[in-house]
């Protein structure tokens, strides 16, 4: 029974020099009432035969790890791509599925070998306080990255030859960062290492019927030293998985229906998942599972549509059912509230010109 208006984005993206381009997002988020620099990846790019091997390479400088991936599978652009700030989501997640987001500068290399072969490396660090707060993105409660974050991403995905129509993408991702738990200081830092593995199916001979299945686990080893040290953790190392599967059917180009399902599970450890209402966990778990259904309609932006490709048009409606919730399937904070309570239906409108 509550009514807001969750976001407003301004995005740029294009040329800004010969092989040198941008993709930057400014987020308005009402309901935290405040303004800050969202997905930005800066990008040099170019190609090159080397003895008979088409490449092609370049770096990318940005604000979110997982941000400048090409496939929908990586945390940033995958699966749901819309949700309001408004429903609780489940109290655990790994450091690379958008724990780091907008609070550090990340610079990697890439290249991608005969569109068979992607691979890219880096390393991230922390913007300092006065950065973030300049772009709207400090939290003085959030983990601080300390040192340089490594990050990797490998996909080996199928030529266009002989696969008539059928494409396939298998990856994998990762990243090890040594963190201060909510910016403490004097206690050293935890070490988070991720390791993700990613699946993309889609069958796109006839566009008129148009299958796709994606798929992501990240297994994230947490060794928490400093948390321990505050008494903020009763085990002295856990483990977070997380899995994510959702397959969809596109008519014509214009009806999507997508279903999915999200599972999260770890460790029991009742000094880091506390119960309290809403949020906690009763049980000192973060195991969640949810499953979502969405129906999208886009009236126009095809190739023959009215006034393409400069106006479009997406109707989401979509809803996502828990049936467990941060450890329980009933009373799981501990003041009686049910996973199923977390259920939401929403409708969400998208206008793109």
């Known amino acids: ?126 913007l300092s306080k006065h950065a973030q707060d300049a772009i709207g993105t400090f939290d003085p409660e959030e983990n601080e990255l300390r040192g340089t974050a490594p990050y990797w991403r490998v996909t080996l995905q199928n030529s266009d030859a002989g696969w008539q129509g059928h494409y396939l993408a298998l990856g994998t991702f990762g990243m090890q960062a040594d963190v201060r738990p909510g910016r403490a200081v004097g206690i050293g830092t935890d070490t988070l290492t991720d390791i993700g593995s990613d699946l993309t199916y889609q069958y796109v001979a006839n566009p008129k019927h148009i299958f796709e299945a994606k798929a992501t686990y990240i297994f994230e080893d947490a060794k928490l030293r400093a948390t321990g040290l505050s008494g903020g953790a009763s085990n002295g190392s856990d483990h977070l998985n997380t899995f994510r599967i959702n397959g969809s059917y596109t008519y014509d180009q214009t009806l999507t229906f997508t279903a999915a399902y999200a599972g999260i599970w770890g460790n029991t450890d009742p000094l880091r998942y506390v119960a309290s209402p809403i949020d906690g966990s009763r049980k000192g778990s973060p195991d969640s599972n949810s499953y979502t259904l969405d129906l999208a309609w886009v009236p126009f932006g095809k190739s023959g549509s009215y006034l393409a490709p400069w106006y479009n048009v997406r109707v989401d409606l979509m809803y996502t059912g828990y049936t467990k919730f941060n450890g329980a399937s009933s009373n799981y904070d501990g003041s009686g509230r049910d996973a199923s309570d977390n259920n939401t239906l929403l409708l969400n409108l998208w206008f793109f010109m």
Request: charged residues 15%; aromatic residues 12%; proline residues 6%.
């Open 1 to 126: 029974d509550n009514f807001a208006f969750d976001e407003a984005s301004l995005f740029l993206a294009g040329r800004l020099a010969p092989k040198l381009g941008i993709f930057t997002q400014v987020t308005y988020d009402d309901v935290e009432s405040l303004v800050a620099l969202d997905n930005t990846d800066i990008r040099y790019g170019d190609a090159a035969n080397i003895h008979g091997v088409e490449v092609e390479y370049g770096a990318s400088l940005n604000n979110a790890p997982t941000v400048q991936d090409p496939w929908n599978t990586t945390p940033v652009w995958g699966y749901p791509s819309a949700a309001s700030p408004l429903a609780p989501t489940p109290g655990a997640a790994a450091i690379v599925d958008g724990g780091l987001d907008g609070q550090v500068a990340g610079a990697t290399a890439f290249a991608f070998i005969n569109d068979m072969l992607y691979v890219e490396g880096g390393g991230y660090r922390r």
